[in-house]
């Protein structure tokens, strides 16, 4: 009669366990740039909606209120950019000197939003010589002659206005501007939509 020969059960050799140590280590190397790059892109688009709700709120408030909200952009504010919503005391667009200030505010350099940026602002003197006036019917004019965004470009619509913002990010040490850049565009009817890369011809 044969015994039978009791086997125990074999563990990891000390080999076996650095190999696969090391296996894990290279596919998590290999993994990491593309699950930093997604969180980026997540980020970006958290961002840009954002953007649009701030030109949506002033959208609806200057319809159910009655009253002009003006929409100011200073793409320089602090080195990022600012974006302010104002309520006139009236519903033109003249009306912004005494009514409510800073009702909402987007600050890009704050800890929130820092990593984007207001890299261009069309029309270019969009934020500088005048800013976005939202009236009560719908419209988006000029808060310094009350009339509709000249177009800039060719093939653009008149009335639009854009807000191009892009992510952040480090470059041998060096904050610079990377990754596709978000256009907010906001029309004369006053709802925003997205478009990717920069504006034609820029």
């Known amino acids: 009669m044969k015994r039978v020969r009791k086997t125990t059960p074999r563990g990891f050799t000390l080999i076996e366990l650095m190999i696969s140590v090391t296996i894990l280590a290279i596919l998590a190397t290999l993994a990491i740039p593309s699950i930093q790059s997604a969180f980026r892109s997540i980020e970006m688009n958290r961002v840009t909606q954002e953007v649009m709700h701030m030109v949506d709120f002033a959208r609806v408030q200057a319809t159910s209120r009655n009253r002009a909200y003006q929409l100011v952009v200073n793409p320089g504010a602090g080195s990022n950019g600012t974006i302010t919503i104002n309520e006139s005391i009236n519903s033109r667009c003249n009306g912004f000197g005494t009514g409510i200030k800073n009702i909402r505010a987007l600050d890009f350099n704050s800890d929130d939003y820092k990593l984007a940026k207001i890299v261009q602002v069309v029309p270019s003197a969009l934020g500088g010589s005048y800013n976005l006036c939202f ?68």
């Open 135 to 202: 009236k009560p019917d719908g419209r988006v004019l000029r808060d310094d002659t009350g009339k509709p965004i000249p177009s800039t470009v060719v093939g653009y619509g008149s009335g639009e206005a854009r807000i191009v913002i892009q992510r952040l990010g480090l470059n041998k040490g060096v904050q610079e501007v990377q990754g596709v850049a978000h256009q907010i565009v906001i029309p004369y009817n006053g709802i925003p939509t997205f478009q990717a890369g920069l504006p034609v011809g820029t």
